[in-house]
Nanobody, 122 residues
Framework: QVQLVESGGGLVQAGGSLRLSCEAS????????MGWFRQVPGKEREFVAA????????YYSDSAKGRFTISRDNAKNTVFLQMNSLNPENTAVYYC???????????????WGQGTPVTVSS
C-alpha cells in the first residue's frame, strides 16, 4: 500500500519560511518523479514544484520560482519543499504526489498525500 505523508505545514508570518516534508512508503521511491501541488478552497489544485527521480531536474511554477526549492533524499524516501519569503497568497493546503512521469500536470501523478495546511498571516 502506497502512502505519502506530508508534514511541516503550519502558521507563519509573512516573510517567513517553512519546510514541508513528504515521506513515501510502499513504492520504489527512486522510480518516481515527485511533485508538490497546492489547493485553496473553491479552486483547482495547482502545480508548485516537481523533481525528477534523482532530483537533478526540477520544475517550478512562476510564483514559486526563486523562493521555493524542491529537493529529495532517496535514501530516506522523502521529498522536501523549502518555502521562503512567504506571503498570504501562499496560504493553501499543500500536497505531495508521486508519478513515474510526473511533471507540471496533476494527471501525471498516481499517488497523493493527504495534504498539509499552510497559513501565512499578514
Amino acid at each position: 500500500q502506497v502512502q505519502l505523508v506530508e508534514s511541516g505545514g503550519g502558521l507563519v508570518q509573512a516573510g517567513g519560511s517553512l519546510r514541508l516534508s513528504c515521506e513515501a512508503s510502499g513504492l520504489t521511491f527512486s522510480s518516481y518523479n515527485m511533485g508538490w501541488f497546492r489547493q485553496v478552497p473553491g479552486k483547482e489544485r495547482e502545480f508548485v514544484a516537481a523533481a525528477d527521480r534523482v532530483g537533478l531536474i526540477t520544475y517550478y511554477s512562476d510564483s514559486a520560482k526563486g523562493r521555493f526549492t524542491i529537493s529529495r533524499d532517496n535514501a530516506k524516501n522523502t521529498v522536501f519543499l523549502q518555502m521562503n519569503s512567504l506571503n498570504p497568497e501562499n496560504t493553501a493546503v499543500y500536497y505531495c504526489a508521486a508519478g513515474p512521469y510526473g511533471n507540471r500536470r496533476s494527471s501525471g501523478y498516481a499517488y497523493w498525500g493527504q495534504g498539509t495546511p499552510v497559513t501565512v498571516s499578514s
